[in-house]
């Protein structure tokens, strides 16, 4: 298909915008998405997938000069780019809010207790000399599976506190809050995967003006005079 950028990077852009499949693999599927943003993403669906299709027809508009037809697209794309914008700030906004809720409740349910101080000093030494061999780690995996002050010691301890590693202790601890919370552990993992789609629609954003019109030729209608 025609457009009015014949660059490969913008004629696969327009393509892909105009597919539903493209559309899932540039801004996110819809239907596999949480409920409360769904409306965001489908909205940013469609107002790409027309802007592409008007800007392919505008290849062939008989009644816009080349320029018109340049300063009409660079209109769109402003048009896209803010929707696009909104849908982000939207997806950021709840991936912030599931994060912190999330947080806020693990921390709730698996935090330090001051009943439970002088066990879980205890467990902490026990988990640093464990941390020592792959063997003794093997032997904190089954501890934390088996018993729920293990679980809570390696959720809201400092990685320094118990001698592991801060990637380690941070698979321990969304294991260990996946194993006793499941549905917090859900809304985390759910919470970083919209950071990512909006990862995406960042990438989208700066691909749409230069796949969309040559700007030198758009800002010749500024000088257009009017009679």
Known sequence: MQYLVNSPDA????DTAQLDNGLSAILGDPKAI?????PDVQGAHIVLK???????ALVNDPTRTETAKHDAAKQLAQKVTTHLEKSKAALEAHAEKLKTTALAQADLHLGPRS??????SEI????REQAKTP???????KAMVDNDDVAAV??????????????????????ALQSRKPELYANLSNSVGLAKLAGKYEAAIRKVAPSFYTPSLAEQASKRVEI
């Open 154 to 175: 390696l959720w809201h301890s400092p990685s320094f506190l118990v001698g592991l590693a801060p990637s380690v202790h941070e698979g321990l601890r969304l294991e």
């Open 135 to 141: 063997e003794g780690m093997l032997q904190v995996k």
């Open 34 to 38: 949480d409920a409360h943003v769904a």
């Open 50 to 56: 027309d802007a592409a299709k008007k800007i392919a």
């Open 115 to 120: 009943e439970s101080g002088v066990l879980h």
């Open 124 to 127: 902490r030494s026990w988990v």
């Open 11 to 14: 004629t696969s852009f327009l």
